[in-house]
């Protein structure tokens, strides 16, 4: 091995060697002695044993960190900073730089540093607490992390302000925060914005990170919600390509920890993150295959604030080894998270001895429900496009928002189309199944017109759909006598309806559960002779131009591409609009 030597300008030759790994250390007795416990008990052992070279090779922070303590033992000048001085520290600690020894000595210098300069100022205690991941444990023996994470927490807890130090801080700012605000002296201030502190803290790692941000909610002065800044920075900066919902190939177990510290951190109050960053969170999970109680957990937080979120959202794509292309039993479970806040509500009493149903904050509103129905309908759209998808899948998940009351079932009515269209070889008890999920009392004009001439729907769901329509124009056009169906008629087709549910129900051989092929064209040519013999049937069933049994595309055109010149010649058509 090459060693290389370094020497003391004295007159006064060398009298001891001190190696440290490759380095050796051509010294004098006396200086060592004065200030170093350890040196003295292997120099007295090294003595007896008339050896003049001292071995230290697992000396803290190696041979830099022991030239800086030689140079101190000679009075020489060092120069710390937080680069440098944890290493130090440890290196005199081994050394036994004591005060027991000299007045004065290192270790007490050191300390000194730190409080009065180190720990005072921001980015240098965080420089030295990422320095001190490389002398773990032994730095925690001496309580420097501890006293490092407490200044910044402290730092992080100040109002703003006090905040007269150099921050980084490149994040998109608020309004409010982005400007220069001025005082009753008339002297022009810039804001320091809530969240200042977050972005330097990104450089911890997620051990350490763990302990700041635990410090600092402990103090309970932060709120929730600039915590919850500072845990979305730190996914960002952290989990590569986390902002598209999964995690490049690298270090997974690192990445793992990384998740499931941010979940664990995450503040208990409803919003202190936004949906959108759980959900993102939750993708990550399962990709980097976090542990169950991770993704249950946001799963659970999740479904508390579900109507937040869009379709894309909660696109969570399925396990590799998967048929489907996503994961529709995760979405199911947040969906049965949302309900629980509704199942968990208890009737408490108000004043006058009456009980009262009264609306907590965690208990379901009519709104969020109306969100949650109509972001099923836009996700059961989406995945109805997977070939692989099963029946059973969409009609569970469909099922679990039947409960909520939407005032239109577009959306559904688009869903179960394109499942139809994707799925074309279901039989027709499934096509039964599926259409059982709308109402199509609820179909809007445009999906009516859509639907009469859908050949993919099961004819008595078209022939619903017909019955439905014609009330509806009865219904707002009562002053157009000629316009509409008489109760005779209305009755007839009540009548005619009702033969295709008796050809449905029991004692009925057709196993698919669907018209029997001989009575379709006898049921449906009398219902079409009803309606079409009254002006404003033929009008909506001539503007789809509607030549035979059930006739109509078979492409996947919105529901709202219908004429627009000819749609006004439906009555009720002004007085409605599509939801979906």
Known sequence: MHFMCRYVASELASDI??????????LHKFPLLSKSSHLQTLISLNNEENVDEVQISDIPGGASAFEI???FCYGMTVTLNAYNVITTRCAAEYLGMHESIEKGNLIYKIDVFLSSSIFRSWKDSIILLQTSKSMLPLVEDLKVVNHCIESIANKACVDVSKVDWSYTYNRKKLPEENGIESNQNGVRTRLVPRDWWVEDLCELEVDLYKSVITNIKSKAVQSNEVIGEALKAYAYRRLPNFSKGMIQCGDVSKHRIIVETIVWLL?????SVPCRFLL???KAAIFVESGDRAKEELVRRIGEQLEEASVSDILIQAPDGDATIYDVSTVQNIVRQFFMKDHNAEIESIGGGELEGIRKPGILS???KLMVAKLIDGYLAEIAKDPNLPLTDFVNLAELVSSISRPAHDGLYRAIDTYLKEHPGISKGEKKRICKLMDCRKLSVDA??????????????VVQVLYFEQLRTAASSEDELDAVATAEELKALRKELASLRLSNGVGNNDKDGDIKPSMDKAVIGKVKGL?????SFIKLWASKGGQGENSGSDSSESISSANPEEAKS???RNRRHSVS
């Open 267 to 271: 503040p208990t109050e409803k919003g």
């Open 280 to 282: 993102k969170l939750l």
């Open 570 to 572: 439906t009555p009720s």
């Open 17 to 26: 060697i001190v190696s440290v790994g490759d380095i050796k250390f051509c």
């Open 448 to 461: 009516c017109l859509h639907a009469v001439q859908n050949e993919r729907l099961p004819l008595r769901v």
């Open 531 to 535: 309606l079409k013999s009254k002006k």
């Open 366 to 368: 009519d709104a969020s």
């Open 69 to 71: 303590c030689a140079k």
